[in-house]
Nanobody, 126 residues
Framework: QVQLVESGGDSVQAGGSLRLSCAAS????????MAWFRQAPGKEREGVAV???????RYADSVKGRFTISRDNAKNILYLQMNSLNSEDSAMYYC????????????????????WGQGTQVIVSS
């Protein structure tokens, strides 16, 4: 069974940094595009960053230059390094696995992802 387990969420002061992790199991990690999404109370879920099997990346404009997505294929772990955090970054952050169709490209659309973790909470003080 596919399992995605996020960790690393915490409360942090504005301007601070956090590193989120997603431990993957139950599938061949190297065969899939992976992404981070987030959802704040009262808002729609939005794509944050996506990384291909070989390391190509795409970011939402709101986090470009501040966040870095990466993956360790040897350890089956997806990461999200978040720097210069502000209050608008406060949200539940989710790890997701995309469908195994390369023609979708570096999609940040929720509907293109098949499996989701339970999420990890990030709270940035204002």
């Amino acid at each position: 069974q596919v399992q995605l387990v996020e960790s690393g969420g915490d409360s942090v002061q504005a301007g601070g940094s956090l590193r989120l992790s997603c431990a993957a199991s139950g599938f061949t990690f190297t065969n899939y595009y992976m992404a981070w999404f987030r959802q704040a109370p009262g808002k729609e879920r939005e794509g944050v960053a996506v990384i291909s099997s070989r390391g190509n990346v795409r970011y939402a404009d709101s986090v470009k230059g501040r966040f870095t997505i990466s993956r360790d294929n040897a350890k089956n772990i997806l990461y999200l390094q978040m720097n210069s955090l502000n209050s608008e970054d406060s949200a539940m952050y989710y790890c997701a696995r995309r469908a195994a169709r390369t023609w979708l490209g570096l999609s940040l659309q929720t509907s293109d992802y098949e499996y989701w973790g339970q999420g990890t909470q990030v709270i940035v003080s204002s």
